[in-house]
């Protein structure tokens, strides 16, 4: 899986991006090859200013998946990484098991007739 972070407004810490590849490899690495590639950007809207301005989107790309992207925006960077890619995962899931239902289903399908 390889793996890119991208910042926009400000600069990540390296702890912000140990932090980031962490999580996406404690929460994407299940799902083996159908994760090619994950892109992480992280954005500062309004800069110094503080607020509920944090936003991290992540975008997945793999064979079978095509293109995932969700974004998450709080207060802080960590806690938006820690919702985006769990969020993320969530629906790679949900994405691949109705994936291997409607292949299932049209097996049994076929089988019948």
Known sequence: MEIHIRTKGFTATQTQRD???RRIHAHLSRFGREVREVTLRLTDING???????????????PR???ATL?????EVLAAIDLAVERVA???GRT???????ATTRVSVRRAS
């Open 90 to 92: 969530a629906t790679i």
């Open 48 to 62: 110094p200013k503080g607020g509920l301005d944090k936003v991290c989107q992540v975008v997945v790309k793999g």
């Open 65 to 67: 998946l095509g293109v």
């Open 19 to 21: 932090h980031a590849k």
């Open 71 to 75: 974004a998450e925006q709080t207060n």
């Open 96 to 102: 691949l098991e109705r994936q291997r239902q409607a």
